[in-house]
């Protein structure tokens, strides 16, 4: 009997591994770059009625000058990110850190022409592909149990966009070209203190197969797609509302560049607080539920907001319940990436997911400004919204619960 008993009671489960310093270390270090690179990915976005005034741009072409950085740095992240796999983020980080300079600096001559405030918006999605060297970094230093919360964490420096949203025209009052100059200088010192503080881990796993062959062995696993169609729901519409949303609140609520600046800082500081607190939930409860939960919230507020509520009280609350629903998914989406995919290649996995959720955000700004143009009113985008999250919503629960069983 006594042997029975001992037999069928089950063997505790291992404990989690120490967290090392370094770990934390890195975290702080790579959220403070990827804080200052997203600030400088969405320089664009808070002063774009000012060059709609100013270069006499329609809905359309102000819409594509703030999407463009979005689309270079979803698809910048693809290469990056693999590259990181190879040669570590100690290298990646200060070195497109630096490089992302340049772009930032040419918007001051460039800030005459559409054609070439084009040309540069499009380098400066450089600043954009940062997420995919933080990732595979941060996913290397903690163990799988710790795992959704860090990158939970390092996620939080999509507050760059708020950054943006509430420093850049408040700066721009005391000179047209001191925010360019601003985050130049704070992109060069980050780039120093990368180079300085940061580590890779010593045991990582360096692949030995050429960036095609690993880009085409990540893009074979069926969950790289699948994360990628609900990071593209999730993360897209967080850039997408980064970029547009200023647009939004002056074109349609009337206010004035700095006040519709405010309230979009509010809208990504909400995702910010969120995002943690996605990849918190997920390491207590399966990810794929907290990411449907996440996904129905925004589908219900887009449809309140489609039927264009007054700002105060309704068209905010529904606004910043669709911010906490879009940062919880996000958090969400890469604690499963944490989980279902081989540690080799998750910079590789990361490049591709993170460029689709990217791109989610290119589409919507270019529809919407396409739509106003079109109608006069916003309710079919904010629709449109709700029926993509509500697919996705039923797609997390229905199958992401055995996501990765099958690679």
């Not at 069928?8 to 702080?28: I, K, M």
């Not at 910010?272 to 997920?282: H, I, K, T």
């Not at 985008?381 to 999250?389: E, I, K, N, P, V």
């Not at 996705?392 to 690679?407: I, L, N, S």
């Amino acid at each position: 009997m006594d042997s029975e008993t001992t037999a069928a009671t089950p063997a505790p489960p291992p404990a989690s591994p120490p967290v090392p310093a370094a770990a934390y270390r890195n975290l702080v270090v790579a959220t403070v770059g990827f804080t200052l690179t997203f600030w400088a990915w969405d320089l664009i976005a808070p002063l774009a009625s000012d060059y709609k005034d100013r270069l006499g741009l329609d809905s359309f072409q102000q819409s594509l000058l703030v999407a463009v950085p979005v689309l270079v740095g979803s698809l910048g992240r693809i290469p990056v990110g693999a590259l990181t796999d190879r040669y570590g983020a100690k290298l990646m980080f200060p070195l497109v850190s630096a490089l992302t300079i340049v772009p930032v600096l040419l918007l001051i001559p460039a800030r005459d022409s559409y054609g070439l405030m084009l040309v540069v918006g499009f380098l400066l999605g450089l600043g954009g592909t940062t997420f995919a060297i933080g990732v595979p970094l941060v996913n290397s230093w903690f163990p799988p149990a710790r795992r959704g919360f860090a990158l939970g964490v390092f996620g939080m420096g999509m507050g760059g966009v708020a950054l943006s949203g509430y420093l850049t025209p408040r700066i721009a009052r005391h000179g047209a070209n001191l925010p360019f100059v601003v985050v130049a200088i704070g992109l060069a010192g980050y780039a120093v203190l990368a180079a300085l503080l940061l580590k890779d881990r010593p045991d990582r796993p360096v692949p030995s197969a050429s960036l095609g062959a690993r880009l085409r062995e990540a893009g074979r696993l069926r969950v790289t797609w699948e994360l990628s169609a609900l990071y593209g729901i999730g993360f897209g519409g967080i850039v997408a509302f980064g970029v547009y949303l200023p647009t939004y609140l002056k074109t349609w609520y009337e206010l004035s560049p700095t006040d519709a600046g405010t309230k979009a800082a509010g809208f990504a500081l909400v995702t910010v607080v969120f995002r943690p607190f996605g990849g918190w939930l997920s390491d207590r409860v399966h990810p794929a539920y907290v990411t449907a939960g996440g996904l129905l919230l925004v589908a219900l507020m887009a449809i309140v907001q489609a039927f264009d509520p007054a700002l105060d009280p309704v068209g905010t609350i529904a606004l910043l319940c669709m911010a906490a629903g879009l940062g919880t998914a996000s958090g969400s989406v890469f604690a499963l990436v944490s989980q279902v995919t081989p540690q080799p290649q998750v910079g590789s996995v990361t490049g591709i997911v993170g460029a689709v959720g990217g791109l989610g955000g290119f589409v919507p700004p270019l529809v919407m400004g396409a739509i106003y143009s079109a109608k006069d009113s916003y309710a079919i985008g904010f629709m449109l919204l709700s029926d993509l999250a509500l697919a996705g919503c039923v797609y997390a629960y229905g199958r992401m619960r055995t996501a990765g069983r099958d690679r």
